[in-house]
């Protein structure tokens, strides 16, 4: 009994510890949409296969790092695609402000029969509406 007593105290006294502690949970990045500019489609799928899809995507300054896809499920054969990146939005980091084309590949499973249709995130336009680059692929 002694021992559980001894133990909670020290339990006790390290989460005390550890929640006095200053810590710096300031956040020096974002997280961003990126726009594509184009998606290297091939002419046609074959089921049970996994494709390399080379997203060509845009960096817009040098403190934005691709982070990955997320890519929704609309219908069966139907998905959306946004790239995802981070961006510093440290202060003393000094980004340069040219735009820059970047490549990165999507592994996509073909489980699906008929025709896969994808829109890949392109930005907004003049009225803030999201556009898309859309591309359709038959299954053979």
Same mark, same amino acid.
């Given at each position: ?18 929640s ?17 500019v /184009? ?24 403190? #934005? ?16 695609? #946004? ?10 980091t ?8 970047? $490549? ?29 680059? /859309?591309? $359709?692929?038959?299954?053979?």
């Amino acid at each position: 009994m002694m021992k559980k007593v001894i133990a909670l105290f020290v339990f006790i006294g390290i989460a005390s510890s550890l929640s006095s502690c200053d810590l710096d949970d300031g956040q020096n990045f974002q997280f961003t949409t990126l726009r594509v500019v /184009e998606a290297k489609m091939p002419e046609f799928f074959e089921l049970n296969r996994t494709y390399d899809i080379e997203v060509t995507y845009e960096r817009h300054n040098g403190c #934005v790092f691709f982070e990955g896809f997320d890519v929704t499920k609309t219908g069966d054969t139907d998905r959306d695609v #946004v790239v995802i990146g981070t961006e510093i939005i440290d202060e003393n980091t000094a980004c340069t402000l040219a735009i820059q084309e970047s $490549t990165a590949v999507l592994r996509f499973n073909v489980i699906f029969t008929g025709e896969y249709h994808f829109r890949f995130y392109a930005g907004n336009d003049n009225e803030d509406n999201a556009t898309y680059i /859309e591309y $359709t692929v038959p299954v053979n």
